[in-house]
T-cell receptor
Framework: KNQVEQSPQSLIILEGKNCTLQCNYTVSPFSNLRWYKQDTGRGPVSLTIMTFSENTKSNGRYTATLDADTKQSSLHITASQLSDSASYICVVTLNYGQNFVFGPGTRLSVLP | DAGITQSPRHKVTETGTPVTLRCHQTENHRYMYWYRQDPGHGLRLIHYSYGVKDTDKGEVSDGYSVSRSKTEDFLLTLESATSSQTSVYFC????????????FGSGTQLSVL
């Protein structure tokens, strides 16, 4: 079964600290992997997208990594800000159709 | 939210009543999607459209129907709402589908009592 798992389920950090969110998937055949940020009461917004051949992608303070061999991805947030408080969703796209498999998300809270 | 408007933003209805949610886009994207989001679950695809009058089912399509008579509008209908359909519904669009970025609307909070 195609699944995406994320850990931790929730995370609390202090402003200015770094953190890393994890994503494991069992999706096949794989097309690409994306990370989305979802603020409370809003729709998800794309942060990064990586294909099979890419192992790192950055977007400002956000850096995503992908290990296609172990089927793992991580999202590293550097020098966190209060505005980083949100849910972060890992999404894997199958290599056919309109099949996006969404993870349940990690809820990040950044405290002052 | 990338030219996507969902209406209504909030709705409370009773079991057994029909409900229609609307998604309107100004991006002229070909693909439009309806998802539902529930606590502890990832977003789940209900239906999607790949053109005017062209639609297909997603993984949780039972109890839902859709229509797309114009490029810019995608309607989701709950023929007879049930409490299990209480959820947050998101519309998304994509220019070229599966390999492209999804742009999401702000969501509709639906409560079925």
């Amino acid at each position: 079964k195609n699944q995406v798992e994320q850990s931790p389920q929730s995370l609390i950090i202090l402003e200015g600290k770094n953190c890393t969110l994890q994503c494991n998937y069992t999706v096949s055949p794989f097309s690409n992997l994306r990370w989305y940020k979802q603020d409370t009461g809003r729709g998800p917004v794309s942060l990064t997208i990586m294909t099979f051949s890419e192992n790192t992608k950055s977007n400002g303070r956000y850096t995503a990594t992908l290990d296609a061999d172990t089927k793992q991805s991580s999202l590293h947030i550097t020098a966190s800000q209060l505005s980083d408080s949100a849910s972060y969703i890992c999404v894997v796209t199958l290599n056919y159709g309109q099949n996006f498999v969404f993870g349940p998300g990690t809820r990040l809270s950044v405290l002052p | 939210d990338a030219g996507i408007t969902q209406s209504p933003r909030h709705k409370v209805t009773e079991t057994g009543t029909p409900v229609t949610l609307r998604c309107h886009q100004t991006e002229n994207h070909r693909y439009m999607y309806w998802y539902r989001q529930d606590p502890g679950h990832g977003l789940r695809l209900i239906h999607y459209s790949y053109g005017v009058k062209d639609t297909d089912k997603g993984e949780v399509s039972d109890g839902y129907s859709v229509s797309r008579s114009k490029t810019e509008d995608f309607l989701l209908t709950l023929e007879s709402a049930t409490s299990s359909q209480t959820s947050v519904y998101f519309c998304a669009i994509s220019e070229r589908g599966g390999r492209e970025k999804l742009f999401f609307g702000s969501g509709t909070q639906l409560s079925v009592l």
